[in-house]
């Protein structure tokens, strides 16, 4: 059975930074795209970033050169490192197995901006 828990999620101040973790097992992880999409509260999901199994790296605009998205294949690791945080970031984030967005099964972790 896939599993997938997020960390890392917290109240920082815009400008500031977070990196998210998602732990995955029970998954052949290194060989399949995953992705982070985000939830702002009584909206729907949407995409944020997806890196393929080459490592090919996929942005929405609204965080390109802002956010850094990575993997560690050998521990199951998919990352998210943010920078420069907007308020508009607010979200619950969630990754996800491949490269579409689906209705998520972890639990998500959420950043909130603000000052």
């Not at 960390?7 to 815009?14: E, H, K, T, Y």
């Amino acid at each position: 059975q896939v599993q997938l828990v997020e960390s890392g999620g917290d109240l920082v101040q815009p400008g500031g930074s977070l990196r998210l973790s998602c732990v995955v097992s029970g998954f052949a992880f290194q060989w399949s795209p995953m992705t982070w999409v985000r939830q702002i509260p009584g909206r729907g999901i949407t995409w944020v970033s997806t890196i393929e199994s080459d490592g090919t790296t996929l942005y929405t605009d609204s965080v390109k050169g802002r956010f850094t998205i990575s993997r560690n294949n050998a521990d199951s690791v998919l990352y998210l490192q943010m920078h420069n945080l907007k308020p508009e970031d607010t979200a619950t984030y969630y990754c996800l197995t491949g490269n579409k967005v689906t209705v998520p099964t972890g639990q998500g972790t959420r950043v909130t901006v603000s000052s």
